[in-house]
């Protein structure tokens, strides 16, 4: 199995709502990621966990809030979103390598719209 | 993070090889270089990666220029298929065995029938 599968696949939410985002995969990887892309830019890196410690945070508002609670999962909780927060959600994994020369999988993505 | 430079786009006909530059001047000497590709509505996917030497694999070709400051992805026999955004990422940091992967634009590559 070398699928990293996020749900929900689309996701509309009000700014005044809390939501979360789902991530899952069960290739052993410890290392997990979370991404934002914006259409037609490049995916940017929001979150790093490594043996479900955060270990990188990009300066992400508050209003994103990581959870990874246990090995094969990873979740981000939203809340209080603007507009401008709309954007596609990538989930990826990377087995844990000290030298970094492994893949990186990524899931589809959660497409969500803040209206 | 080290940054790499890419065009914008590029376009090519099916079944010719593509070769996709990337120039990285500032890579540091523990770098590795990896390329991704994004297939339209779907998340990236590992092309290939290398440190110094040439690569190959079943999807492409990793040429390495001797003082590693640009490489060339190369697909030998290019398909429809194909047609996606590839990117250039120097393998940043590693904070804890987790690998920091910065997508620069990408070049969006066209192939045509």
């Known amino acids: 199995d070398t699928e990293v599968t996020q749900t929900p696949k689309h996701l509309v939410m009000g700014m005044t709502n809390k939501k979360s985002l789902k991530c899952e995969q069960h290739m052993g990887h410890r290392a997990m990621y979370w991404y934002k892309q914006k259409a037609k830019k490049p995916p940017e890196l929001m979150f790093v966990?490594?043996?479900?410690?955060?270990?990188i945070n990009e300066s992400v508002p508050s209003r994103f809030s990581p959870e990874c609670p246990n090995s094969s999962l990873l979740n981000l909780h939203l809340h209080a979103l603007q507009p401008e927060d709309s954007a596609l959600y990538l989930c990826?994994?990377?087995?844990?390598?000290?030298?970094?020369?492994?893949?990186?999988?990524f899931g589809q993505g959660t497409r969500l719209t803040v209206v | 993070d080290a940054k790499t430079t890419q065009p914008n786009s590029m376009e090519s006909n099916e079944e010719e090889p593509v070769h996709l530059p990337c120039n990285h001047s500032?890579?540091?000497?523990?770098?590795?270089i990896h390329w991704y590709r994004q297939l339209p509505s779907q998340g990236p996917e590992y092309v290939i990666h290398?440190?110094?030497s040439n690569v190959n694999n079943r999807m492409a070709s990793l040429a390495i220029a001797e003082d590693r400051k640009s490489s060339t992805l190369i697909l030998h026999r290019a398909t429809l298929r194909d047609a996606a955004v590839y990117y250039c990422i120097l393998r940043d940091v590693i904070i804890q065995g987790a690998q920091k992967l910065v997508f620069g634009q990408g070049t969006r590559l066209t192939i045509n029938p």
């Open positions: 500032t890579i540091s000497g523990t770098d590795y």
């Open positions: 290398g440190l110094t």
């Open positions: 966990y490594s043996y479900e410690k955060l270990s």
């Open positions: 990826a994994s990377s087995p844990h390598d000290r030298q970094g020369r492994t893949e990186a999988f």
